[in-house]
């Protein structure tokens, strides 16, 4: 059975710079493919050093949402600020959460790793609370050692 927990949270916005995934939502190749391109592309130009002079804590989010009928994934921080790259305020709803913690070695490993666990496990498990829609995030919260560590944040309702 997977590690997770609920948590209370209260509202937060996170400004993200995002791109629109064109793989089939069956596809997770081709998505996962799409995702780690995007990563790695705005660790290396830079623009995620920007978002991080920015932001309130050291977190890197990495957030899936479903906006106009399409899959967008985002990379962003917790600010109130903004900058001219950025493509998305993302509201995140004060409420219950699933939490599921994680580690691996590097950022993108991570947060594929906490992505594919929650929604292939643990909310596969999880039998009094579902997903809500809306935006979920892989949370890169720090590194030691050459170790990250995060969690992933997903919003959910209790079944009545």
């Not at 623009?47 to 957030?63: H, P, S």
């Not at 600010?79 to 219950?96: H, S």
């Amino acid at each position: 059975m997977a590690n997770y927990d609920f948590e209370d949270k209260q509202e937060f916005t996170v400004l993200g710079i995002g791109v629109e995934l064109k793989s089939d939502y069956r596809d997770q190749e081709g998505l996962n493919r799409e995702k780690e391109d995007f990563f790695n592309q705005v660790i290396q130009n830079g623009t995620v050093a920007k978002l991080k002079e920015i932001a309130k804590n050291d977190y890197l989010f990495v957030v899936n949402d479903a906006v106009d009928d399409k899959m967008m994934h985002y990379i962003g921080v917790e600010t109130d600020q903004e900058v001219p790259e950025a493509t998305r305020m993302i509201p995140f709803p004060a409420g219950k959460y699933i939490v599921v913690p994680g580690e691996a070695s590097s950022q993108y490993a991570l947060t594929e790793q906490l992505t594919n666990q929650t929604f292939s496990e643990v909310l596969y498990e999880e039998k009094e609370y579902s997903y809500v829609d809306g935006p979920n995030a892989a949370v890169i919260m720090g590194e030691a050692e050459g170790i990250f560590v995060g969690e992933m944040w997903v919003p959910v309702i209790k079944h009545s």
